[in-house]
């Protein structure tokens, strides 16, 4: 289909579907596009009334996707982002998040979770995620030059190897892993570190603006690179 395309019910083929132009899902109800690989170049956003969207294969978009009347997006194959995401309700990637194209990617929920299901390949792109009043677990995420996590609850995080992070927003850190980047790590909150196992941060320079504590059992803390905190250090288990 070379231009836009309305979808007013499911669409399954055995195959790909390759939409060049823009997509709209138009009407009531929630919709599953069904194949193994649904490509969209344009826009993909809904019409009339807020519905959810699943992508039951891999998927690859160029456009952005979502604005106020897209509910929930959920992805069960790999997918390809060179655009922007927003949702009203939660975003699930179960596979790898592939981020193409030229531009930074940024995705926006309304206080819902944004589930990454095997991590994120960053193509040397930077990646801004913002749930507001939400949780949110990252880990495997590889190759993002810039990584920009907003959320007034906890982050938990591990196994992450980034140009730089910046944690915006008032809720906790929880490192599970080391954390390594090429530039610096910024946490505004408090961080701690949970689970077993001692903890490295690698970067030009680490800040924590809250307080950082370990939890659940004895452990040391490593800073390889400049650190610089404000609120209080250790405890009775660092």
């Given at each position: 289909v070379t231009g836009k395309t309305s979808l007013a019910s499911n669409v399954?083929?055995?195959?790909?579907?390759?939409?060049?132009?823009?997509v709209a899902l138009p009407g009531s109800g929630d919709r599953t596009l069904?194949?193994?690989?649904i490509i969209v170049d344009g826009t993909l956003t809904s019409e009339d009334e807020l519905k959810s969207l699943i992508i039951d294969g891999e998927g690859m978009f160029g456009g952005l996707v979502g604005g106020e009347l897209l509910n929930g997006f959920t992805v069960t194959g790999n997918t390809s982002l060179a655009s922007s995401v927003t949702t009203i309700s939660m975003q699930?990637?179960?596979?790898?998040?592939?981020?193409?194209?030229e531009q930074a990617i940024v995705l926006t929920t309304e206080d819902n979770a944004i589930k990454f299901g095997e991590g994120v390949v960053g193509n040397g792109q930077d990646l801004s995620v913002d749930v507001g009043a939400a949780a949110i677990d990252l880990s495997n995420v590889r190759g993002v030059n810039k990584l920009e996590v907003n959320s007034s609850e906890v982050l938990r995080i591990?196994?992450?190897?980034?140009?730089?992070?910046?944690?915006?927003?008032?809720?906790?850190?929880?490192?599970?892993?080391d954390i390594t980047t090429q530039g610096p790590q910024h946490y505004h909150g408090?961080?701690?570190?949970?689970g077993s196992g001692n903890r490295a941060l690698t970067g030009t320079?680490?800040?924590?603006d809250g307080a950082l504590t370990s939890e659940d059992e004895l452990k040391s803390l490593t800073i390889d690179g400049e650190g610089i905190f404000g609120g209080l250090i250790g405890g009775e288990l660092l």
């Open positions: 399954i083929t055995q195959g790909q579907q390759h939409y060049h132009g823009a069904t194949g193994t690989k699930d990637y179960r596979r790898i998040l592939n981020l193409i194209g591990a196994d992450v190897d980034v140009g730089s992070i910046e944690r915006i927003g008032e809720g906790k850190t929880a490192i599970l892993a408090a961080v701690t570190l949970p320079k680490i800040i924590v």
